[in-house]
């Protein structure tokens, strides 16, 4: 079946370094979406692409979606405290209505 | 505004006995989903109904089953519950099916022991 996965799964940085993670799916996907969970939260929807080679920015956040629409990243520029938490995108393959979703990566920042 | 509302928060059950984990959401949406999470695995859907009415399965879907009682409600019921599905759980909505984003409740912390 279907498989998504992000790497790395913990990430700890100093604040204001960068910060990226990266979602790879088994099978081409017709959109992604990305998720942020605070700790004991909920999941939170940040953004979603469908095109290929998308980017799209909001503030220090920038996300892409690969030209084979199989992998996606999201880089945070100058990371701060409030970035805390995991980050999670969630693919649909065309046809399909089900999100699968990553593995999540875990960010700490250090102040 | 509400949102998407789970009952209870935290529940402990022992193997064998039975719940139901309850959803609504007050967004007049056609699309509700349960997810579970677990440490290392992220979120995997156990069942989703695409609209009222409608249910199918997700990546995990047994030993649980599901009503979509009406459209704001869709209800998760563990028949007899293993310390397997010691998890947490999430509802989630949509307004519809495909690419359209979710909103996620607050979660139900189950313990089984």
């Known amino acids: 079946g279907q498989q998504v996965m992000q790497i790395p799964q913990y990430q700890h940085v100093q604040e204001g370094e960068d910060f990226t993670t990266y979602c790879n799916s088994s099978?081409?996907?017709?959109?992604i979406q990305w998720y942020k969970q605070r700790p004991g939260g909920h999941p939170v929807f940040l953004i979603q692409?469908?095109?290929?080679?998308e980017v799209k920015k909001q503030k220090r956040l920038t996300f892409q979606f690969g030209e084979a629409k199989k992998n996606s990243s999201l880089h945070i520029t100058a990371t701060q405290t409030t970035d805390v938490g995991t980050y999670f995108c969630a693919g649909v393959t065309s046809g399909t209505y089900k999100y699968i979703f990553g593995t999540g990566t875990r960010l700490k920042v250090l102040a | 505004n509400a949102g998407v509302t789970q009952t209870p928060k935290f529940q402990v059950l022992k193997t064998g006995q039975s719940m139901t984990l309850q959803c609504a959401q007050d967004?007049?949406?056609?699309?509700m989903y349960w997810y579970r999470q677990d440490p290392g695995m992220g979120l995997r859907l156990i069942y989703y109904?695409?609209?009222?009415?409608?249910?199918d399965k997700g990546e995990v879907p047994n030993g649980y089953n599901v009503s979509r009682l009406n459209k704001r409600e869709f209800s998760l019921r563990l028949e007899s519950a293993a310390p397997s599905q010691t998890s947490v759980y999430f509802c989630?909505?949509?307004?519809?099916?495909?690419?359209?984003?979710?909103?996620f409740g607050s979660g139900t912390q189950l313990s089984v022991l």
């Open positions: 109904s695409a609209s009222e009415g409608t249910t």
């Open positions: 967004m007049n949406h056609n699309s």
């Open positions: 989630a909505s949509s307004w519809a099916v495909g690419p359209e984003k979710l909103f």
């Open positions: 692409l469908v095109k290929s080679g």
């Open positions: 099978t081409t996907l017709s959109n």
